[in-house]
Structures are given as C-alpha cells and as structure tokens.
C-alpha cells in the first residue's frame, strides 16, 4: 500500500518509542565514528557495506516508485556532503560538542520549513516541544569546556552547523520520498544501496589508497554499523509517515542524551552541569512532543 500524502497531526506511543530506539542507535554509531582512526574513511566503510544488505532488500520490497526514487537520487547526494561534514566536525571536535550542535539546530530549521514545504502546523505544545529540544540540546553543544583548543572548537562548530543545514536538507527531501513511496522501508532500502557506493567513490576518487588500506584493517566490521544506522533511519523515516516530520526530527535529536553518556563513560570527554541541564530540557521537550 503506498504511503499517504496526508501530514499527519500527532505522534503516538508506538512513533514516540521507536524514534527513541532509533535516536539511541544513531548516537551509538556517531561515537563509533568519533572513536575511529580517521572519521571520514570510517563513515565511508559503513555506508559502503550498508549497501550490501540494501541489494537484497531491494529485490524483496516492493518498487518505491519513480517519485520516491528521484528523491532517493536527490538525497544521496546530500548525505555525501552530510557524511564529509560530519566526519570533519569530529575530526576537530568532541563528540559531547559536535553532535548536539548539529543535531540541535536542525530540528529547529526543519520545523520552520516543513510549514511552507509540508504544509505542517506544530500545536503551541508541539511548538513549546521542538523549542525545548533545541534549547536544551543547544546549550548542551555550547558548554565547551574551557580547556578545549580554540581554533579545533571553531572550526568544529563550523562544520556542526554545515551538517545540520545538510540534515535539514535529507529529512524535508527524505520525509517526503517516504511518503510518496510503497513503503518507508523500500524507500531507505534504495538510499542505502545509492548512498554507499556514490560516497565510496567520491572519497575514493581523493584518498583511494588511504581508504584501502582502512579497509583491510578493518575488514566487515563496519558492516554491522551501516545496518544498524540505515535500520534507524528507516524506522524514522517509518515514523515521519504516521507522525508531523518537525515532531519526529525533534524526537530524534534526543540522541544527544545518549550521547552524552556514551561520551563521558566510554570516550571519557568531561561533561558538565551545564550539558546536563541542556538534557533535562531535551527530556521536558519530549514529553511536551508526546503530549501535543
């Protein structure tokens, strides 16, 4: 049955616990990359194995439709400029700094455009959710600690917020291609198979050997990553087919919760108070989001 057009206009319990499953994944693998030798050839690994198993859904799932695939086409190329954004943002910065910058922002702009864009008006409570959520993440990203080197902080805040203009970019285009597809789940199953081949070669068009030898080092290890990471954009892409796409992009940035704790406890960056009150916002946003 092919996904309706129709916005629709609440999240329920079913959305709202699987976006949070999806957001715990995400930051999961973000902290896989940040740990990594080289961020830019990691994230390139995962998204090139990830399209192996997308070759096999995709001779199972139903055809998307042409719609669905020119997005498909048109979001492949912005996630290549996602994944180099993002790679550098942690290539200067921490993971604590970095991915709430870029996740905090975006949510805020995709609720701005998806009102002229998806015709979606949030609720005042829905309003109040998705500026808690980037109230609180923002000033998660923001409480640098003092020790950390001034030039990598601006330049990892820089490139913070070119990847979240690029996230904003791949959710308004992806939301819609889900929904005008047969399924959400074919519809990620083609971006992965799109995605990892076109970022392989355009990384490994500059750092071919570099990107070999990482390879042989790392074998299929960053297979189960790339599952695991397309696994959580089809379940929000699932989710922005039965909830306002401002609503499940604000929920999913409650990953930076479980950044953080993935950060302090096993990449060992100090978190402060402040980053903490920053959490207990993004917590009072969700509620405020299921409620509305």
């Given at each position: 049955m092919r996904c309706t057009d129709a916005a629709p206009r609440s999240?329920?319990?079913?959305?709202?616990?699987?976006?949070?499953?999806?957001?715990?994944?995400?930051?999961?693998?973000?902290?896989?990359?940040?740990?990594?030798?080289d961020p830019l050839l990691e994230t390139t690994l995962v998204y090139a194995w990830a399209a192996?198993?997308?070759l096999g859904a995709v001779m199972v799932l139903p055809w998307p439709g042409?719609?669905?695939?020119?997005?498909?086409?048109?979001?492949?190329?912005?996630?290549?400029?996602?994944?180099?954004?993002?790679?550098?943002?942690?290539?200067?910065?921490?993971?604590?700094?970095?991915?709430?910058?870029?996740?905090?922002?975006?949510?805020?702009?995709?609720?701005?455009?998806?009102v002229p864009l998806l015709g979606e008006w949030p609720s005042v409570v829905g309003a109040f959710g998705i500026a808690a959520v980037c109230v609180g993440v923002l000033a998660i990203g923001l409480a640098q600690p003092a020790a950390g080197a001034r030039a990598a902080r601006d330049r990892a805040f820089g490139w913070a917020m070119a990847t979240a203009a690029t996230i904003v970019a791949y959710t308004l285009i992806d939301s819609s291609g889900a929904r005008a597809a047969s399924s959400p789940w074919a519809y990620v199953a083609w971006l992965a198979l799109v995605q990892g081949p076109?970022?392989?070669?355009?990384?490994g068009w500059r750092r071919g050997a570099a990107l070999l030898d990482h390879a042989r080092a790392r074998g299929p290890a960053p297979l189960a990553i790339g599952i695991a990471s397309m696994g959580a954009y089809g379940i929000a892409l699932w989710a922005m087919t039965h909830a306002p796409v401002a609503m499940v992009a604000a929920l999913r940035e409650t990953s930076v919760v479980f950044a953080l704790l993935i950060a302090?406890?096993?990449?060992?960056?100090?978190?402060?108070?402040?980053?903490?009150?920053?959490?207990?916002?993004?917590?009072?946003?969700?509620?405020?989001?299921?409620?509305a």
């Open positions: 999240v329920s319990w079913e959305v709202t616990a699987a976006v949070l499953l999806a957001a715990a994944i995400h930051a999961g693998w973000n902290a896989m990359v940040k740990r990594g030798r192996l198993p997308a042409t719609t669905a695939l020119l997005h498909v086409a048109a979001s492949s190329c912005v996630h290549v400029m996602y994944y180099h954004a993002l790679a550098a943002a942690y290539r200067d910065g921490d993971l604590s700094f970095a991915y709430p910058l870029m996740r905090g922002t975006a949510p805020m702009a995709t609720a701005i455009l998806a076109l970022m392989a070669a355009a990384v302090g406890s096993v990449l060992g960056e100090r978190i402060g108070p402040r980053r903490w009150l920053g959490a207990s916002a993004v917590l009072g946003g969700v509620v405020a989001l299921r409620l």
